[in-house]
């Protein structure tokens, strides 16, 4: 999640149950801003269990920063099941790789995935 999604309307899906769905008004290194209704929400980042965009908002990845990882730009495209911190299952393609998060687009959505929330991911053979 980055600053090019300001502007964006988005779902935030938190890691104790709650979403939230409004426009991303900031985005900064640890917490994401959100306008919802009248009200600016100040979203940090470990709580956030993933993040809901358009499909077409995710692709690539960031090949620097994945020097000391076992996920890099070979599993662009892969589908995955995911199993994160709060026992929710997600799966998917996998579509974009940071060093903090993954994209994966599931039906017509996309999902940004923060490593953090993360317990493992078993990838689909083909």
Do not use: Q
């Not at 306008?35 to 993933?50: G, L, N, P």
Request: hydrophobic letters at 45%; a neutral charge.
């Amino acid at each position: 999640m980055d600053s090019k999604f300001r502007g964006m309307a988005v779902r935030v899906s938190l890691i104790n149950g709650e979403d939230f769905e409004g426009i991303v008004d900031d985005v900064a290194r640890y917490e994401l801003g959100l306008t919802i209704r009248d009200s600016f929400y100040i979203v940090f980042r470990h709580s956030i269990a993933f993040i809901e965009v358009n499909a077409v908002d995710l692709h690539g990845e960031k090949r620097a920063e994945l020097d000391d990882s076992l996920i890099t730009a070979d599993f662009i495209g892969v589908d995955a099941d995911i199993l994160l911190i709060n026992n929710r299952k997600l799966s998917g393609r996998l579509i974009k790789i940071s060093k903090y998060e993954l994209g994966i687009r599931a039906d017509d959505k996309g999902l940004i995935i923060p490593k953090s929330s993360i317990i493992y991911i078993k990838i689909r053979k083909s």
